[in-house]
């Protein structure tokens, strides 16, 4: 239960990875620091625009914790915190690890894992790479780790499914399918893999939220392949 209200306090704009460290560790618990005095709360040492947020935020919904737990229940969806043992190690190594994140699917946090990501608006050439990428790496026994984006992530993707495990990081709530045409892919990949977003369920995606999915695709994969340029890569 303790992870939920790690998760709740996640809720709280302003409130990071970072600053939800700090509070577990001086409190002993997500739950001692989602109920801690005010007072107390200041003694922290996380930064005060941070704190203002949190306070605000847990006196608005004071049920927050209680009801997350209905709803994921409800929604079949998994949560894992900093924590838990299914919590893959490496992605502990990163700078700023998530402290919890989202899930549908199976973990597998010991699993080698290979990012590929790429360009949106990607050529033929760049999609039959991406394809056989996909399910080459997935056949020789790596996860195939992507954001499942337009274009090159989603042809990793359905590379890596025919023949093989592959984990989607979402730039978006794991409950807001972006984009729409990928609505069964997602599906398939939390039944052969697994689909995480360490964003609340229902959030849209936004300009930041990409760059911050990045960091944990990067922090799952042992290498990541980077297809930037599909365009002047298929020219060259």
Not at 64 to 71: D, F, I, N, Q, R
Not at 127 to 156: M, N, Y
Request: proline share 5%; charged share 25%.
């Amino acid at each position: 239960m303790d992870k939920f209200y790690m998760a709740a306090m996640g809720g709280a704009e302003g409130l990071g990875n970072k600053s939800i460290e700090l509070l577990v560790k001086f409190f002993g618990s997500a739950k001692a620091a989602w109920f801690a005095d005010a007072a107390d709360l200041w003694k922290s040492g996380v930064r005060k625009n941070a704190l203002e947020a949190f306070i605000e935020w847990r006196k608005k919904y004071p049920d927050a914790p209680e009801h997350l737990v209905s709803y994921c229940d409800r929604q079949k969806i998994n949560l894992c915190s900093f924590f838990d043992d299914d919590y893959p190690p490496l992605l502990k190594e990163i700078d700023t690890p998530p402290m919890f994140f989202y899930y549908r699917g199976k973990l597998e946090p010991l699993a080698e894992r290979i990012g590929i990501v790429g360009s949106r608006e990607n050529t033929v050439y760049g999609k039959d790479v991406a394809l056989q990428l996909g399910e080459e790496l997935a056949a020789a026994g790596l996860t195939v780790v992507s954001g499942a984006a337009r274009g090159i992530d989603t042809f990793a993707h359905r590379g890596a499914l025919k023949s093989g495990r592959t984990v989607a990081v979402m730039g978006c709530g794991i409950n807001y399918i972006f984009p729409r045409e990928n609505k069964k892919m997602l599906e398939e990949i939390a039944e052969r893999g697994a689909v995480l977003s360490e964003f609340p369920p229902q959030l849209k995606p936004n300009q930041g939220t990409f760059p911050t999915r990045n960091r944990i695709i990067a922090g799952l994969c042992r290498g990541v392949i980077a297809w930037r340029l599909a365009r002047k890569a298929a020219h060259s």
